[in-house]
């Protein structure tokens, strides 16, 4: 007999492999980590909802395939968290509002029939910023996650409770969200790996709309390997998403993903540049020593690394808070007490159809929610919408400029993924600008529709610290394969981690 | 530079009213306040010369992706659909009177 803290401290590859073996069947896999969420997930408040019975019944089915040699791939009775903006048919998402309590979609996000079509098993969705607006979890409805490292510390987000799973071993790997570095933030606070992909690399159908020109699924995983695994299985064009890139534009992988495959990664043909820009005057000092030391390691094993300037970052973060705000407002115009979630009119008959938009959305949203709404529709108004909105598509056209410019000089940058390592719960609720500030590290990233990757580096005080890679436009593969070899490099996090085990097993 | 984006509680009172959502009076004065300071915020755009420059909505170059005008399966469960909403009666949905 297994035991349970050992299957779930395996990676998706090595889950795959003992799958493979038969070491362990699916529904062993499935019930050790269901077990370990029913122990810790009260403390750790990671997954709103668990899918108990239904990734059981997956897994059983995945083992019965694997019985009769139709193993779907390496995905096939892996079990996964979904971010709760995700559309699961027939199941609860909530987007971490109270407007969708009860909220059951109609149909799947793309993404996850992909997942279901290579036998994946869903645990159940995860906790997030209310319809993915913050950096912390605190804006949930449903109460903050908590940093597995420390409990009195946000895990950051908004995909903070997909970042919680993974980080615990509550699942084996999870899909996040990604508009202004939701993905990336989180996962580099809670020690583990996490892949925005280029824009338009995976399809946002499903995906409860935030910021259209912004958003993007990608997965938060142990390692770069299973982000690869899990991206590969995810991405695609999809005719019901007219911003998915056509499949053959990627740039093939030059550089192989495993050291004895074709082209493996020999960072000495590769440059770097670390844009000096990411080291502003907000960066803890010792952030910014770690991140330096792991730059110094690098060059060890012949990284080419220089320095370069993008000097419109200050401003990408400013862009940002004016082109999501104006998306916003109209992503978020849906929700109306119509046609679904709840509703003013479901209790009241007498209210008038103005009252029913206005107390509907007054009610059952939460403040920066709200916020955004009304920002957004202040800066896309008449009169306003060429100072700011039109003004802000113009820079963003500008940051792309200089992104383009500076990849002519350097294959990938390498930037700390946050200023600073997790802050305490409260901490940064009292003044909106000063969570947003929390994201500055990895907002021009999205403005510029970029791949770019989170990898786990070292300790401060206790907390984990994560370096930022970045690729130029579809250049995806590429960017894996040599996050592969960085990861491979970094992981004497692993023993922390042990530590870290315990510290949640006391909790 | 600019001078500072201020807005009144006016332009508050009718931001929430265009966004359609009920705000109370210490609400009026607490977003009057911090969307204040956000458009104080990003106002340093104004200073970023794009005279030249073409705004983009999203960055993938992609323009009228067409596909063709064919009915496929129905892919959501109308019964359900009209079951899901607020209000609704047989297979219709139920709103209130847009005009009086």
Not at chain 1, 339 to 358: C, I, M, N, P, T
Request: contains cysteine; proline residues 4%.
């Amino acid at each position: 007999m297994i035991d349970e803290k050992l299957i779930t401290s395996w990676s998706l590859i090595e889950t795959a492999e003992q799958l493979a073996q038969g070491t362990v069947s699916s529904v062993q896999v499935t019930e050790a980590y269901l077990a370990r969420i029913e122990r810790l997930n009260p403390s750790l408040n990671a997954f709103l909802t668990v899918f108990q019975e239904t990734a059981l019944d997956q897994a059983k089915e995945s083992d019965n395939r694997r019985t009769n040699g139709q193993v779907l791939g390496q995905l096939d009775g892996i079990p996964l968290a979904l971010k709760d903006n995700i559309s699961t048919v027939g199941q609860k998402t909530t987007a971490g509002s109270r407007l969708l309590e009860n909220y059951e979609p109609l149909y799947d996000a793309t993404v996850v029939r992909k997942l279901k079509a290579a036998g994946a098993v869903i645990l159940g969705k995860t906790n997030l910023d209310e319809f993915a607006m913050g950096s912390s979890t605190e804006n949930s409805a449903y109460g903050p996650s908590k940093n597995p490292w420390d409990l009195s510390r946000v895990p950051g987000g908004s995909s903070g409770g997909s970042a919680v799973a993974v980080a615990a071993n509550l699942c084996v790997a999870a899909l996040g969200s990604d508009t202004g570095g939701s993905i990336r933030q989180p996962a580099s606070h809670c020690g583990v790996v996490g892949f925005k992909p280029s824009y338009g690399s995976v399809s946002r159908y499903g995906l409860l709309a935030m910021a259209s020109s912004l958003d993007q699924i990608g997965p938060i995983t142990k390692t770069v390997a299973d982000a690869t695994v899990l991206w590969s299985t995810i991405k695609g064009d999809d005719s019901f998403d007219s911003t998915t890139l056509p499949n053959d534009q990627y740039k093939s992988s030059q550089i192989s993903n495993t050291p004895d495959g074709p082209n493996p990664v020999d960072l000495k043909n590769l440059k770097f540049g670390v844009p000096k820009e990411f080291f502003g005057e907000g960066i803890n000092p010792e952030v910014k020593n770690l991140i330096e030391q792991s730059i110094e390691k690098l060059k060890t094993i012949g990284a080419d690394i220089v320095e370069v300037s993008l000097p419109l970052t200050d401003s990408a973060l400013a862009v940002y808070y004016v082109i999501c705000p104006v998306e916003v407002a109209s992503n978020m115009a849906r929700y109306d007490g119509i046609r679904f979630g709840e509703s003013l009119a479901r209790g009241d008959q007498q209210a008038k159809l103005l009252s029913v938009y206005e107390v509907t959305r007054a009610k059952y949203l939460g403040e920066e929610v709200k916020r955004r709404i009304m920002l957004g529709t202040y800066a896309s108004s008449a009169g306003y919408y060429d100072q700011y909105y039109n003004q802000a598509m113009k820079v963003r056209t500008l940051i792309k400029q200089e992104y383009d410019s500076v990849f002519k000089q350097v294959d990938f940058l390498i930037t700390p993924t946050s200023p600073t390592t997790a802050f305490k719960l409260g901490e940064k609720t009292k003044d909106p600008l000063t969570m947003y500030l929390a994201d500055v590290n990895t907002v021009p990233i999205n403005i510029a529709g970029l791949p770019a990757i989170t990898i786990p580096v070292a300790l401060a005080d206790g907390l984990p610290v994560g370096l930022q890679l970045i690729g130029q436009s579809q250049t995806d593969l590429n960017l894996l394969s040599v996050a592969n070899k960085f990861n491979l490099l970094f992981d004497h996090l692993d023993q922390s981690q042990q530590e870290m085990n315990q510290l949640k097993e006391s909790a | 530079m600019n001078e500072i984006a201020k807005l009144s509680s006016e332009q508050v009172t009718q931001v929430a009213k265009l966004a359609r959502i009920a705000i109370s009076d210490q609400e009026l004065t607490k977003y009057t306040e911090q969307l204040s300071a956000i458009l104080n915020y990003v106002d340093q755009l104004s200073a970023i010369d794009t005279t030249k420059i073409n705004s983009v909505g999203q960055i993938t170059g992609l323009t009228n992706v067409m596909h063709s005008d064919q009915a496929g399966a129905d892919l959501i469960d109308s019964k359900l659909f009209v079951l899901s909403a607020p209000q609704s009666e047989n297979s219709f949905l139920k709103v209130r009177a847009v005009m009086e």
